[in-house]
């Protein structure tokens, strides 16, 4: 009986390779390869006339889930579609790179982990990832609202400026102001090192580029921080590491625990690399999420209230905790509603390393493409999130649709939103979601700060909610979008602040 059993799982399993190589070939054969995709043709001023993801999204209603995108002789795969996705960032992961993304990033992360190649990614991956350990998080969650109430009284001291009768009120750029502060906290957390950003009368960078420049001068030129003899003793036990006493540790930082960890294997140009990747990455993106929470919340003044209504309840006059955090679950939605509709980078970038067949998209093109080595695909993230096929009512901004479960009927090789799937999550997440919501991407080469950047992101907005009402200065159409490695405002995010009335 029992050979039996297994007799009809190997005929099963040899039943599912024969499919799999007959599809390749029918592929092949009938066309269902590169060639056959359906192709968007790109015009010259698609790239300039407004942001590429627009563009991106209009084509994905008209084609379909994978298509080819060509601008000229240059082609790209264009992929909008949650399982496809996970193929490429999960399943079958190692046989991708970062293609055209690399080369872009080189010159400024050098190997850090973005662009860094996959044997120099596996070596550093092992080292960094567990740097983000529990510990080093909350010691973390002291300096975001440490930060956040520098933010905070700049604001407050702007309020008493405007003179004490009448309703006070000031008129500021918050995506200024969250830019300084998120270059404040990432500078601390990766480096120990306090830009003094929000606090300075002249902000050290007024330009995003300004910004890098100057902190990766800073970082490898006036401060060569591991040169100097830090650690007396080199601590190569990750465990002993994690189980320091990070809340009264002085330096907490991620480089401390990288020299502390760093056997004799890493050169000074590789750690450099590490840390400045990270100050990169961990920046501007959180900046955005900020930046397009508090527009979304702006022009939803209910949940505005329900906001702040949980604040209130949660913190009452306190500051956030690693332990309140989790209380602030509204918080913590509208953070990643946010990253929904706002991902940061909007697309994420891959070249194949061999050749491929992409699993069949749910929409237009179920028999999947066969693509040879070196095709470039781009995932738009953006797409996923705002998929019609996917989410119910893609463009409005529902933090509690986070909540609801969704069981995968309709959507064949779609697992659903299922959140027992990633027991114990604060946050939804690419698990949950089943690569339906991938803000940080998914896969071995997922996002190593996305605890971090969600926590700082929850902490700064409850504390700018619980403090202050805010209103748009112009209406939302003046607030125009433009698109580098993130989504940002083309002339700043400019708001209306008050004192909240019932907040003392
Ligand atoms: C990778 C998003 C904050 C460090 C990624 C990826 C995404 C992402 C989508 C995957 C890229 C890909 O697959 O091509 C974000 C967002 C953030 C954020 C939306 C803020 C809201 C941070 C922070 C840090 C960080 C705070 C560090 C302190 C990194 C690193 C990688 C990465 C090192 C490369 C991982 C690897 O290749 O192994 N991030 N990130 N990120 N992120 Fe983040």
């Given at each position: 009986?029992?050979?039996?059993?297994?007799?009809?799982?190997?005929?099963?399993?040899?039943?599912?390779?024969?499919?799999?190589?007959?599809?390749?070939?029918?592929?092949?054969?009938?066309?269902?390869?590169?060639?056959?995709?359906?192709?968007?043709?790109?015009?010259?001023?698609?790239?300039?006339?407004?942001?590429?993801?627009?563009?991106?999204?209009?084509?994905?209603?008209?084609?379909?889930?994978?298509?080819?995108?060509?601008?000229?002789?240059?082609?790209?795969?264009?992929?909008?579609?949650?399982?496809?996705?996970?193929?490429?960032?999960?399943?079958?992961?190692?046989?991708?790179?970062?293609?055209?993304?690399?080369?872009?990033?080189?010159?400024?992360?050098?190997?850090?982990?973005?662009?860094?190649?996959?044997?120099?990614?596996k070596?550093?991956?092992?080292?960094?990832?567990?740097g983000?350990?529990?510990?080093?998080?909350?010691?973390?969650?002291?300096?975001?609202?440490?930060?956040?109430?520098?933010?905070?009284?700049?604001?407050?001291?702007?309020?008493?400026?405007?003179?004490?009768?009448?309703?006070?009120?000031?008129?500021?750029?918050?995506?200024?102001?969250?830019?300084?502060?998120?270059?404040?906290?990432?500078?601390?957390?990766?480096?120990?090192?306090?830009?003094?950003?929000?606090?300075?009368?002249?902000?050290?960078?007024?330009?995003?580029?300004?910004?890098?420049?100057?902190?990766?001068?800073?970082?490898?030129f006036?401060?060569?921080?591991?040169?100097?003899?830090?650690?007396?003793?080199?601590?190569?036990?990750?465990?002993?590491?994690?189980?320091?006493?990070?809340?009264?540790?002085?330096d907490?930082?991620?480089?401390?625990?990288?020299?502390?960890?760093?056997?004799?294997?890493?050169?000074?140009?590789?750690?450099?690399?590490?840390?400045?990747?990270?100050?990169?990455?961990?920046?501007?993106?959180?900046?955005?999420?900020?930046?397009?929470?508090?527009f979304?919340?702006?022009?939803?003044?209910?949940?505005?209230?329900?906001?702040?209504?949980?604040?209130?309840?949660v913190?009452?006059?306190?500051?956030?905790?690693?332990?309140?955090?989790k209380?602030?679950?509204?918080?913590?939605?509208?953070?990643?509603?946010?990253?929904?509709?706002?991902?940061?980078?909007?697309?994420?970038?891959?070249?194949?390393?061999?050749?491929?067949?992409?699993?069949?998209?749910?929409?237009?093109?179920?028999?999947?493409?066969?693509i040879?080595?070196?095709?470039?695909?781009?995932?738009?993230?953006?797409n996923?999130?705002?998929?019609?096929?996917?989410?119910?009512?893609?463009?409005?901004?529902?933090?509690?649709?986070?909540?609801?479960?969704?069981?995968?009927?309709?959507?064949?090789?779609?697992?659903?939103?299922?959140?027992?799937?990633?027991?114990g999550?604060?946050?939804?997440?690419?698990?949950?979601?089943?690569?339906?919501?991938?803000?940080?991407?998914?896969?071995?080469?997922?996002?190593?700060?996305?605890?971090?950047?969600?926590?700082?992101?929850?902490?700064?907005?409850?504390?700018?909610?619980?403090?202050?009402?805010?209103?748009?200065?112009?209406?939302?159409?003046?607030?125009?979008?433009?698109?580098?490695?993130?989504?940002?405002?083309?002339?700043?995010?400019?708001?209306?602040?008050?004192?909240?009335?019932?907040?003392?």
């Amino acid at each position: 009986r029992c050979q039996s059993v297994n007799t009809e799982k190997e005929r099963k399993s040899n039943r599912n390779l024969l499919d799999n190589a007959s599809n390749l070939l029918t592929n092949f054969l009938s066309g269902g390869s590169i060639g056959s995709m359906p192709i968007a043709e790109g015009a010259v001023t698609d790239l300039f006339g407004r942001p590429l993801f627009f563009s991106l999204y209009d084509w994905f209603l008209e084609h379909g889930s994978v298509y080819k995108l060509a601008f000229g002789p240059k082609a790209f795969v264009v992929v909008s579609d949650p399982i496809v996705a996970r193929h490429i960032l999960r399943e079958n992961a190692f046989s991708y790179d970062k293609g055209v993304l690399a080369d872009i990033l080189e010159p400024i992360m050098g190997k850090g982990l973005i662009p860094a190649d996959l044997d120099t990614w596996k070596q550093r991956r092992r080292v960094i990832a567990p740097g983000f350990h529990a510990s080093y998080l909350e010691a973390m969650v002291k300096i975001f609202r440490t930060c956040s109430e520098r933010t905070i009284s700049k604001i407050n001291q702007l309020l008493e400026q405007e003179g004490n009768d009448g309703q006070k009120l000031v008129e500021l750029d918050l995506e200024a102001e969250f830019s300084n502060l998120a270059l404040d906290i990432i500078g601390l957390g990766v480096f120990n090192y306090d830009f003094g950003s929000v606090t300075k009368e002249s902000p050290v960078i007024k330009a995003v580029y300004g910004t890098l420049f100057e902190a990766e001068h800073r970082s490898t030129f006036y401060i060569p921080y591991w040169k100097v003899p830090l650690a007396t003793f080199i601590e190569t036990d990750v465990e002993k590491l994690q189980q320091r006493d990070y809340l009264n540790l002085k330096d907490a930082s991620l480089l401390r625990f990288l020299v502390d960890m760093r056997g004799a294997d890493v050169d000074d140009r590789q750690l450099r690399d590490d840390l400045m990747t990270m100050l990169i990455a961990g920046h501007e993106t959180t900046a955005a999420v900020l930046t397009w929470a508090t527009f979304l919340l702006s022009q939803n003044p209910d949940k505005m209230r329900k906001a702040q209504a949980e604040v209130d309840s949660v913190l009452a006059t306190g500051t956030p905790t690693y332990e309140s955090l989790k209380k602030l679950q509204y918080i913590r939605l509208i953070v990643v509603e946010s990253l929904r509709l706002y991902p940061q980078p909007p697309l994420l970038i891959r070249r194949s390393l061999k050749p491929d067949v992409l699993p069949g998209g749910y929409k237009g093109d179920k028999d999947g493409y066969a693509i040879p080595a070196g095709t470039d695909v781009f995932l738009s993230v953006y797409n996923m999130h705002r998929s019609p096929y996917f989410w119910e009512r893609p463009d409005e901004f529902e933090p509690e649709r986070f909540l609801v479960q969704r069981t995968n009927e309709q959507i064949e090789g779609w697992a659903g939103f299922d959140p027992s799937r990633s027991p114990g999550a604060l946050y939804p997440n690419e698990i949950i979601s089943d690569f339906a919501f991938l803000p940080f991407g998914g896969g071995p080469r997922k996002c190593v700060g996305d605890q971090f950047a969600l926590m700082e992101s929850t902490v700064a907005l409850a504390m700018l909610l619980q403090n202050f009402d805010v209103q748009l200065k112009g209406t939302p159409d003046s607030v125009e979008l433009v698109t580098g490695a993130t989504i940002h405002t083309k002339n700043g995010l400019w708001c209306k602040l008050t004192k909240r009335s019932n907040f003392h």
